[in-house]
C-alpha cells in the first residue's frame, strides 16, 4: 500500500470527526510512521504559514519540492493543510505529539525541522515570525541551537558562510573541518534518511542539503589552495 493510501485512511478519520492532532496518535509505528512524518510537515507548514499570516507560492512550490506528490493527491495533501491551519490546536500540541512519536529518532526530528526551514526562507524572505515558530518547534524537538542555526545556514538566500553549514567553529582545523564533512554525508546522504523512516517522497530535501554541504566544503578547500 503506498503511502498516499495510507494517508487517505487517515484523512477518513478525520471525516469522521476526529482532531488531526490525534491522528497522530495511531501512527506510532512503522510504516504508518512514514504516513506520519509526510502528515506532520503538511500540518506543521499549514501552522507556520498561519504563524506569518501569508502562504506564497514560492512556498508552497517549496513544499512541492520536498514531496512528491502525485496530481491525483493534490486534493487529498490540501485537505490536510487546511485542517490543520483551521484547527484550534496550536502548533506546540502537534510539535509535541511528533517529538513524542519519534523520540527514539531524533534525526527524523532534524529531518522534519529542516523541511519546515526550507519551506520557510523559499520564498526569499525570513519572517521573524516564522524564525519564532522555527525556534520553539526545535526546543520541543530537542533541536540544539547549532544544529538549527546549521539548517537555516544551508537554505538562506545569498552566500553561503560554508563554517555555518558544516555546523564547526571558523577557523577550524583542517582534520576536524574533513572529519566533520563526511559526518555530514553520512548522516544527510538521501539512502540513510529513508533508512530511518523518512518516505521516499521527500528525498528531494536529503539531495538539496547534501548538495549544499558538498558546496560548503568544496569552497573551505579552495580558500586552502588560495
Not at 1 to 15: D, F
Not at 170 to 179: F, L, Q, S
Amino acid at each position: 500500500m503506498s503511502i498516499w493510501s495510507r494517508i487517505r485512511e487517515s484523512l477518513a478519520a478525520l471525516a469522521r470527526g476526529e482532531p488531526l492532532s490525534r491522528v497522530f496518535e495511531r501512527l506510532a509505528t512503522p510504516p504508518e510512521r512514514t504516513v506520519a512524518f509526510t502528515i506532520a510537515v503538511i500540518a506543521l507548514g499549514a501552522k507556520m504559514a498561519k504563524a506569518d499570516g501569508r502562504v506564497t507560492r514560492d512556498e508552497v512550490a517549496a513544499f512541492r519540492e520536498i514531496f512528491s506528490i502525485p496530481p491525483e493527491e493534490e486534493e487529498n495533501a490540501a485537505r490536510i493543510y487546511n485542517l490543520a491551519r483551521t484547527d484550534v490546536a496550536g502548533f506546540e500540541v502537534y510539535a509535541e505529539r511528533i517529538a513524542a512519536m519519534f523520540r527514539d529518532r531524533p534525526a527524523v526530528l532534524a529531518d522534519l525541522l529542516e523541511g519546515l526551514v526550507y519551506i520557510a526562507i523559499a520564498d526569499g524572505e525570513y519572517h521573524p515570525c516564522e524564525h519564532a515558530f522555527l525556534e520553539e518547534v526545535a526546543r520541543i524537538f530537542g533541536v540544539s541551537e547549532a544544529q538549527f542555526r546549521a539548517m537555516r545556514a544551508r537554505h538562506l538566500p545569498g552566500e553561503i558562510d560554508p563554517w555555518s553549514v558544516l555546523g564547526i567553529a571558523p577557523g577550524a582545523d583542517p582534520v576536524e573541518v574533513r572529519a566533520r564533512y563526511r559526518e555530514l554525508v553520512r548522516e544527510l546522504h538521501p539512502d540513510q534518511m529513508v533508512a530511518r523512516g523518512v518516505p521516499h517522497e521527500a528525498r528531494r530535501l536529503a539531495e538539496q542539503r547534501l548538495a549544499t554541504v558538498n558546496d560548503a566544503y568544496a569552497q573551505l578547500r579552495a580558500d586552502r589552495a588560495g
